[in-house]
């Protein structure tokens, strides 16, 4: 048996993360750069969490509050500046995926003065300052991968930064999804859910990884019943955050596979949401494998009979209605199966027909 295995996150779980462990920032550096979304993170209560824990252990910080969803690389270098004109010691990215990704790619133009959204993708392997993530949504995962997913307007798509920035520290409080709706409760679950599946049937699997992919199916098992019933109680929020950072670390490992690939341009072309993009997909792709035995022992674990039940709950949840042709389908498969890279982690060999069937399947009516 061999496999290799890496989380370097500090990872605090529970109620009162953040003021509890506080002495984790000033171990950073003496100022921060505070990244979020526009609104929710103040709303939520984390803000004010955080910048009290600053205060109390004397670290200075400094404010960057425009994070959109699906991040742009132009953000990403406007936050920076406030970063690098402050000779910032280290990131903390509060909110879901977007203000999460933006940390750390932040982080990486702050340490690397001379990379802007031109060079980036040609850099090579670039350092960062530190990063700390404060989770506010239950799907990401990024609070503990090494990813940053932005948004490239020149080439017309998310993608990968294509650096390592693992967070020194992620802190997890369930109490900052409370007031979230059921409609992102939903798709940020879904995301969870796909990271799940993609980092279970995936060719970098192991031993390891595995036992992060079946337990997170475990608590999947009651998430799926309360997002069904509208049933989001603390005990739902506190497992389905559980089980969203149980898929990152999972995915920090293996990477995602088709349905993460595919999603991408329904998002930046059709304005879907991330994890429901990606949800819409799932099923064709599961049919799509030759091999079942690892679907198999997913629904094992879920304690579901067959691909048909997985079937209904998907389709309980996932409401999509988009027009996209053909033509559109094609051209994003064509460039989807002309980057290998992309098609690796799917463990059977994929045609171009492959990706068209799933992507006919799920979308055109």
Known sequence: ????????????????????????????????????????????????DVTMALKEVGVEFFLFDEVEENPSLETIEKGSSIGKENNVDFVIGIGGGSPMDAAKAMAIFIKNPKINADNIFDAGKLLAIPVVEVATTSGTGSEVTQYSIVTSNKDKTKKNLGQTVFPKAAFLDYKYTSNLSHEITVNTALDAFTHLVEGYLNSNSTFMSDIYGEKGFELFNFCFDKLLKSELSDEFREKVMLASTIAGIQIAQNGTSLPHGMGYPLTYFKGIPHGL?????????????????KIDNMLKCLKLDSLMDLEQYLKKLVNINIDITEEEILDYSNKLFSNKDKLKNHPENVELTDIVKIYSKSLLK
Request: positive net charge; proline residues 2%; without cysteine.
């Open 1 to 48: 048996m061999k496999f290799k295995y890496a989380m370097p996150t500090e990872i605090y779980f529970g109620e009162n993360s953040v003021l509890n462990n506080k002495e984790v920032f000033s171990k950073l550096g003496s100022s921060a750069l505070i990244v979020t979304g526009r609104n929710s993170a103040k709303k939520n209560g984390s803000y004010n």
């Open 277 to 293: 993009a990606n949800a819409a997909l799932t099923m064709e792709y599961l049919k799509n494998f030759k091999d079942k035995t």
